[in-house]
């Protein structure tokens, strides 16, 4: 069933605000997030995403992935962050990838590694859906870094990087912006087979059929048909507990296989062979003649002579065939790789390439420019990355030497008060580098020794807490300033208390450094800067948990059926109901008897939610009973037995459910004339037998009514009538 295209980012950016606002500190389907390092989860697009689709919404939107530049955030690194990701990326080809390994165990070792090591971002969606607020969660820098985190698209461009340097191809490839902001991967050729992974949700090898976003992938950006389009799902078993709307089958959760330790072997043996398990696969294995060679298998290209390794081909087509073996970090990291390569050959000074180190925070006024110079050049230290080696381009670093630059004064900066040196390349020596650069120092400044740092997991406790862990300066004051995320902290707002925040939000920290005087000295200003770790990251402080909140009881936790809607009140001692929480009823009319379900959605301070119960007993029985009497002609009983309409001895009021009747007694005076009754248990019709006597006879019976879906059954009730024989 094709879904809404209809359905827009729009919808769901209200669906992830407003899940991932109210749910700091919750967790949802798990995912490359929730690997122990991230104890808030991260949110389940695809929940989302049905909810979004069953909403049946039309709202025309576009999201983030719309601009190409969400996919080139690996272009924006320096070149000290390229150096270490793509170092980083060739240590773990180099650790976890061996040459016996089949391309197939490849590709699910390093998803396997991926999804463990990444971290996801659940606050890039709580801080507004913004690439303002982004710091390296759409790069390869954010996904290897262990001290930074990710979103999709940053996982999936990561992965991509991993399978390129380990020759194996694969294309990070997105959702049409319109539908949905998402990112996944897609593998194009295994043994004439394509599969989706999207390893930031869990799910490795993956057909359409199995993939929620299948349908809506941007076929351009990926540069493929519909034809080509996953189909194969070999790796896939029943989805018996899926819902019409799908997916029908389910893929590997790779997740599971790290968490459980599932070696390559194990999975192969499971999901290609279908061996030794109880899941039922949606296509069998269809290798006739299964390859004695350890390793060899139907999604292994590289062992069969028909189905060569294909290079990744860069959309850049850097080189006449667009391969990139052995330099496959140029086409992922550098917008202009032909360009990029052709200056690396050269020696080239770019910033691209450039890591110069080494540099003071401050410099004395020295005696002159040359002696200020000589100390710049003496603490100066430059590494080129990538760098040459026998004629090739490699991803090492080398470490250039005082032959291989000048350093010269250029020029004073009013602005930022800073000095300006020229780097330039003197072509001569073994390396022959070219081209300059400039650094940049500061004079009789004061130094910010250890900057401050965010103190993160900040939750929400009703008391202000301390937003940032301080920082040092020497020769100099630190001050603060707090202010609302992207507002301009005024002048006097600065001050030497440490910033802290009491509600929970989101909160800009700002600092400066006042120089010191020392005797004639003034050393200068730092000006004020926004707290810069994470990149424009606010501080955050979490709502607390609406689940952890104390004395949020229900007025009433049980009623009785009346025929009215009856709701308990969520009653707390210090919350109030509007400003810290919103309740929504589960069934709404709450009116007949049964259990029924509040639940309480945390606002403002708080977060999360919290179930309460209750429930509509039935009301008792209202049944009423009142004996008669009735006249039985002793002309007829003495003949044969008579039956008296239980209306005409009992009038039943008010009963609910069908009433029952048991005979207790019947008298004549003293005498005891049970045995010549008898009532009938379902009518209460009364019998009276054969040959009874002339005479008032007080007969008592019992009556209970069953109850009802409103009422309970009734107690046995008496009640006695007189049938008089005459």
């Known amino acids: 069933m094709r879904r809404n295209s209809k359905t827009t980012a729009a919808i769901l950016f209200s669906l992830l605000f407003a899940v991932v606002i109210s749910l700091t500190a919750f967790t949802v389907t798990v995912s490359a997030a929730d690997n122990g390092k991230d104890p808030t989860g991260k949110v389940d697009k695809k929940e989302l995403y049905k909810d979004a689709i069953e909403s049946g919404e039309q709202i025309e939107g576009q999201g983030v992935h719309a601009d190409p530049a969400t996919f080139e955030k690996n272009f924006c690194l320096s070149a000290d962050q390229k150096e270490y990701t793509i170092t980083e990326i060739e240590k773990v080809i180099s650790y976890y990838l061996k040459p016996e390994m089949s391309d197939l165990e490849k590709y699910y070792t390093l998803a396997k590694w991926a999804n463990q090591r990444v971290v996801y971002d659940n606050d890039f ?118 819902p019409p709307e799908g997916p029908q089958c389910l893929g590997t959760n790779i997740k599971e296989c790290w968490q459980d330790k599932i070696s390559y072997k194990k999975w192969f043996k499971e999901y290609a062979l279908h061996e030794g398990t109880d ?75 450039l890591i110069i180190s080494g540099l003071k925070g401050s410099y004395d006024d020295y005696e002159n420019e040359e002696a200020l110079v000589n100390a710049v050049k003496d603490d100066i230290s430059i590494r080129y990355f990538p760098s040459v080696e026998d004629g090739k381009v490699v991803a090492k670093a080398a470490e250039l030497t005082d032959e ?139 709502p607390m948990s609406i689940d952890d909140v104390e004395g949020l009881i229900l007025s009433q936790t049980a009623f009785t059926y009346n025929g009215k809607a009856q709701k308990p009140k969520v009653v707390s001692t210090k919350l109030k109901e509007g400003t810290d929480y919103i309740v929504t009823w589960s069934d709404d009319p709450s009116i007949i008897p049964g259990n029924y379900e509040l639940r309480i959605d945390g606002k403002g301070n708080y977060g999360g939610w919290t179930w309460a119960e209750y429930m509509i007993n039935k009301a008792a029985n209202p049944m009423t009973l009142k004996g008669k009497t009735a006249k039985v002609k002793y002309s007829k009983v003495s003949k044969k037995a008579q039956t008296i309409k239980r209306a005409k001895v009992i009038k039943v009021s008010k009963a609910q459910g069908k009433p029952a009747y048991k005979l207790v007694s019947a008298k004549n005076g003293k005498k005891n004339f049970k045995k010549k009754f008898k009532i009938n248990a379902k009518t209460g019709n009364v019998t009276v037998k054969k040959g009874l006597k002339k005479g008032t006879y007080n007969v008592k019976v019992k009556v209970k009514a069953a109850g009802s879906a409103n009422y309970k059954a009734s107690s046995w009730k008496k009640v006695t009538f007189k049938v008089r024989i005459k």
């Not at 998402?182 to 199995?210: C, Q, R, V, W």
């Not at 080189?319 to 086409?331: E, I, K, M, S």
Request: charged residues 25%.
């Open 125 to 242: 969606w709580s801080g507004g859906y913004n690439l303002d607020y982004y710091s390296h969660q759409w790069d390869a820098y954010g996904a290897i870094n262990e001290d930074e985190l990710s979103v999709c698209a940053g996982i999936a461009i990561f992965y991509s990087n991993l399978c390129h340097a380990a020759d194996l191809p694969c294309k990070f490839a997105r959702l049409d912006p319109k539908i949905l902001d998402h990112t996944i991967s897609y593998i194009p050729d295994i043994n004439g087979h394509s599969y989706l992974a999207d390893i930031t949700e869990n799910d490795f090898l993956m057909s359409k059929d199995a993939c929620y976003f299948a349908e809506d992938l941007d076929l351009g950006f990926i540069d493929i048909t519909e034809k080509q389009v996953p189909s194969d799902s070999t790796f896939e078993y029943k989805n018996v507990d899926a």
């Open 279 to 353: 899941k039922v696969f949606e296509t069998p294995y269809p290798e006739n003649a299964p390859s004695s060679k350890d390793g060899v298998h139907y999604a292994s290209y590289a062992d069969f002579d028909k189905y060569q390794p294909q290079s990744y081909e860069s959309r850049t087509n850097a080189g006449a065939d667009g391969a990139v073996t052995g330099t496959w970090f140029l086409d992922d990291f550098y917008a202009e790789p032909t360009g990029a390569m052709r200056k690396i050959q050269n020696k080239e000074f770019d910033e691209q390439f």
């Open 404 to 542: 291989d630059y000048t350093v010269t004064y250029d020029s004073h900066d009013p602005e930022t008060g800073e000095e300006v040196f020229a780097i330039r390349g003197t072509g001569q020596g073994g390396n022959g580098y070219t081209g300059s650069c400039q650094v940049r120092v500061r004079m009789d400044s004061a130094i910010i020794k250890t900057a401050p740092a965010r103190i993160n997991g900040l939750v929400y406790n009703e008391s202000p807490q301390n937003l940032i862990k301080p920082g040092e300066a020497e020769h100099g004051t630190l001050l603060y300033a707090v202010s609302e995320p992207g507002v301009v902290p005024d002048e006097d707002a600065y001050t030497e208390a440490i910033p802290t925040g009491t509600d929970a939000g989101s909160y800009d920290v700002w600092f400066k450094v006042i120089g010191d005087k020392i005797g004639d000295k003034k050393y200068s200003d730092i000006p004020a800067q926004k707290l810069n770790i994470p990149k424009d990251r606010p501080v955050r402080i979490a």
